[in-house]
C-alpha cells in the first residue's frame, strides 16, 4: 500500500513520505505556496533538511513535485466545478478508470495518483472544466496536511498508482498548451548571443548551489541588453541542467525573465516613441477611456479608496470587486463583467464570510463568478513578487481585468512609503502589474493624520492616480459617503452615501451560524458638498481628555478596560463621554460584541484643553 500508516504529526508525516522516495517540501497552510524560494525544485529525501523546515515551520503542509523523480502525476477534481462525486463518476464511465489511489482535498475535491508518464506536463482544465492535470512543473499536497483553519488531505482509497488509462493520457496530453517555440542550439551554447562576454556565469551553472544565482544573473543581462523575455524563455535548452526537466527549466527561466524585465527594462526606443506621438487628427480620434464601473473604474486605471479607520472602505472595495466579476450594477451604475484578482494583506478572517454574506444577499451564493483571492499580501517594492504574482495568476489560468490591494500599506513591501523613491518604486510596480494584466487597479488606503487632506504617504501615489475615493463613515449608524476627489479624464460622481445591511446565514461546511456586514445596492446619490471643517477647532472636558488620552496610549479597548484604567466608576459618565468623544470624530466605535474603541488616526496632540477637529 502507498500512503497506509502515514503519521498524523506533519513534520513525521514528511519524513515518512521522503523515506518512501518521494521528495518533499514545505507549504503554507494559508495558500498551499510553497514556504521555500525555490518551489518544489528544493523538495528532498534529505532527512536533515526536511527536519530544519519542518522545525520553522511546524505546521507546513507536505508538498510534492508531480514529475518522473517522485514518480507520480495527479488528476485534481476541484469542487468549485461541481459536484465532485458527480465530476469522479463521469470521468470513471467515460475513461473507464480503475481504482487507484484516491485522496480527498481539503478544499473537498479529489485527487487521484497515476505512475508518472513522461509525456504529461501541467495542464489546466485540460479534460474538464473542473480538472487539471499535475504532471511535469506541478505539485501536488500530500496527505495529512491540514490548512490553517484545521481541513485535511485524507486518504479515501490506499493503493500503489497505476498506470494512467491511454485514452485518458491522450486526453491530458492533448489538453496541454503548446511549448514555447525553443532555440535550437545548433553548434553548442556558444553560439548564443554574448555567449563570450558571460562565459563565467555559463560555467558557474554547473557548480553545485549556484544554478538558481547563475540563471538569474545570466538573464539579467540579456534584459538590459535589450532582448525580450519571450526570446530568453526559448533559450530554455541551454540552461536545463539535472535534476530539472525541460519543463521545468522553462518555466523558471521565464519567471526569470518578466521579473528582469519589471525591474531593467529600459525606456522606450525612439521607434516605440514615435509609435506614441500623435498628430492633432489622431489625437482627436482617440476614443474617450471605457469603464468597469461607470464613472468610477475605467479599464487599465489605477486608483485608490481612501479613509480612516472603520470607514467600510474594505466592504465598498469588496462590494466593486463583487459587482466586477458578477457583472451585476453598481449603485445603478454599469459594469463590464470581468475577472477579479483581490489581494488581501490583512483581515482574512473574515474575508470569506463577507464574501458569503455579499452572495447571499444578492441570491447568488450558489452562481460561479471570476472571483480570485489571494490570502496574503504581495510586495511590490521588491522586485521579485510582481513577476512571482503574475506567475501564480497565470497558471491559475486567470486573465483579470480588476486587482484590488486590500490594504496599499500592507502590500507596499520594503522601504517608507512617505518617501518619494519609495513610493516611486511602487506606483512602477503597479504600473507593471497593470501592463502584465490589462488590468485596473484600485488599492484601499488609509487617510492620512487630516484626512481632509488626502490619503496617507508620499503625494506619488496620488498624483499617479487617475482616480481617488475618500470614504467617510457616518456615526452611529452603518452607512458610508463616498467623494469622488479625484477623476482624471472624466466627471467625477457626486457624493454618495451607502449603507451596509447585517445578514446572518449559515456556514455551508459546519451549519454554524455567522453575520456580517454588506452594502446594500442602493445608495442616495447627489448629497451636498462636504462642509469645510479644517479651522474649527473644540475644547475638550476633563473626562473626555482623561478618556481620550487613555485610548490613545493603551489602543483598542473595551468599555470595562476604559473604565478599569480611566478609574471612572460610573457607567453613565463613562458612556456619555464615549459618545461625546465618538460625535466629535474622535474616537470610532467599532460595534461588535463587546463594542470596541479606537482613537482616529485624525486626532492629533491637544494643546491648552484644545484639540483640531478633524
Not at 533538511?49 to 488528476?75: D, F, K, Y
Not at 465598498?316 to 466579476?325: F, I, K, N, T, Y
Request: aromatic residues 8%; proline residues 7%; negative net charge.
Amino acid at each position: 500500500m502507498c500512503f497506509a500508516g502515514c503519521p498524523d504529526t506533519p513534520s513525521d508525516a514528511a519524513a515518512w513520505h521522503a523515506a518512501r522516495g518521494r521528495p518533499v517540501f514545505p507549504c503554507d497552510p494559508r495558500t498551499k505556496a510553497p514556504l521555500v524560494r525555490e518551489g518544489f525544485h528544493a523538495a528532498t529525501l534529505d532527512p536533515v533538511q526536511i527536519r530544519e523546515w519542518w522545525v520553522r515551520w511546524p505546521n507546513a503542509m507536505i508538498g510534492c513535485p508531480t514529475n518522473e523523480v517522485s514518480g507520480l502525476h495527479v488528476i485534481d477534481i476541484d469542487r468549485k466545478g461541481g459536484d465532485p462525486d458527480e465530476i469522479l463518476d463521469e470521468l470513471s464511465r467515460k475513461y473507464d478508470l480503475p481504482q487507484t489511489l484516491l485522496v480527498a482535498t481539503a478544499g473537498g475535491g479529489y485527487h487521484l495518483y497515476f505512475h508518472a508518464h513522461p509525456g504529461v506536463r501541467r495542464a489546466i482544465r485540460a479534460i474538464h472544466p473542473a480538472v487539471d492535470t499535475l504532471g511535469e512543473g506541478g505539485f501536488v499536497i500530500l496527505p495529512p496536511s491540514r490548512t490553517v483553519d484545521g481541513r485535511q488531505y485524507r486518504l479515501v482509497h490506499d493503493a500503489d498508482p497505476i498506470d494512467m488509462p491511454d485514452d485518458l493520457l491522450a486526453a491530458c496530453m492533448s489538453g496541454q498548451r503548446e511549448r514555447p517555440a525553443l532555440t535550437a542550439i545548433e553548434g553548442g551554447v556558444a553560439q548564443l548571443p554574448y555567449y563570450a562576454e558571460d562565459l563565467a556565469l555559463w560555467r558557474s551553472l554547473d557548480e553545485p548551489g549556484r544554478w538558481h544565482e547563475s540563471q538569474r544573473s545570466l538573464v539579467a543581462r540579456y534584459v538590459t541588453r535589450g532582448i525580450d523575455a519571450t526570446t530568453i524563455t526559448a533559450m530554455a535548452p541551454a540552461f536545463r541542467r539535472d535534476p530539472y526537466s525541460l519543463d521545468q527549466t522553462i518555466r523558471e527561466i521565464g519567471l526569470s525573465a518578466r521579473g528582469a524585465a519589471t525591474k531593467f527594462t529600459p525606456p522606450k526606443t525612439a521607434e516605440r516613441l514615435q509609435q506614441d506621438l500623435l498628430s492633432l487628427d489622431e489625437l482627436e480620434l482617440q476614443e474617450p477611456p471605457e469603464f468597469l464601473v461607470g464613472g468610477l473604474i475605467p479599464e487599465r486605471a489605477l486608483g485608490y479608496i481612501y479613509g480612516d479607520s472603520n470607514t467600510f472602505k474594505t466592504f465598498v472595495a469588496l462590494d466593486l470587486a463583487l459587482s466586477v466579476a458578477y457583472g451585476v450594477p453598481w449603485q445603478g451604475r454599469p459594469v463590464k463583467q470581468a475577472s477579479v484578482v483581490y489581494i488581501l494583506g490583512e483581515g482574512q478572517g473574515s474575508f470569506a464570510k463577507r464574501v458569503r454574506v455579499w452572495r447571499a444577499a444578492r441570491g447568488l451564493a450558489e452562481t460561479p463568478a471570476p472571483f480570485y483571492a489571494l490570502l496574503h499580501p504581495v510586495y511590490l517594492t521588491d522586485p521579485q513578487e510582481v513577476p512571482r504574482l503574475v506567475a501564480v495568476v497565470e497558471a491559475k489560468g486567470v486573465a483579470p481585468a480588476l486587482v484590488v490591494l486590500d490594504t496599499v500599506a500592507r502590500n507596499f513591501g520594503p522601504g517608507d512609503p512617505d518617501k518619494t523613491q519609495d513610493m516611486t518604486l511602487f506606483v512602477n510596480a503597479a504600473d507593471a502589474v497593470r501592463a502584465a494584466f490589462g488590468a485596473a487597479l484600485m488599492g484601499v488606503h488609509h487617510a492620512g493624520k487630516d484626512a481632509a487632506r488626502g490619503a496617507r504617504n508620499s503625494s506619488v501615489l496620488k498624483a499617479a492616480a487617475d482616480f481617488e475615493v475618500r470614504a467617510e463613515s457616518e456615526e452611529g449608524s452603518y452607512s458610508v459617503t463616498l467623494s469622488n476627489t479625484k477623476a482624471k479624464d472624466w466627471e467625477a460622481f457626486p457624493r454618495t452615501r451607502l449603507t451596509l445591511d447585517e445578514l446572518e446565514i449559515a456556514d455551508p461546511r459546519t451549519g454554524e451560524m455567522f453575520r456580517s456586514l454588506h452594502v446594500r445596492p442602493d445608495g442616495v446619490a447627489d448629497l451636498p458638498p462636504a462642509p469645510d471643517t479644517s479651522g474649527k477647532r473644540q475644547r475638550l472636558g476633563a473626562n473626555e481628555r482623561l478618556v481620550l488620552d487613555v485610548i490613545i496610549s493603551k489602543g483598542t479597548l473595551t468599555f470595562g478596560e476604559i473604565k478599569t484604567h480611566a478609574r471612572i466608576e460610573d457607567n453613565g459618565t463613562l458612556g456619555r463621554t464615549l459618545n461625546t468623544l465618538v460625535a466629535k470624530k474622535l474616537v470610532n466605535k467599532d460595534v461588535g460584541n463587546p463594542p470596541l474603541f479606537t482613537a482616529r488616526e485624525t486626532v492629533r496632540r491637544w494643546e491648552g484643553g484644545e484639540n483640531d477637529d478633524p
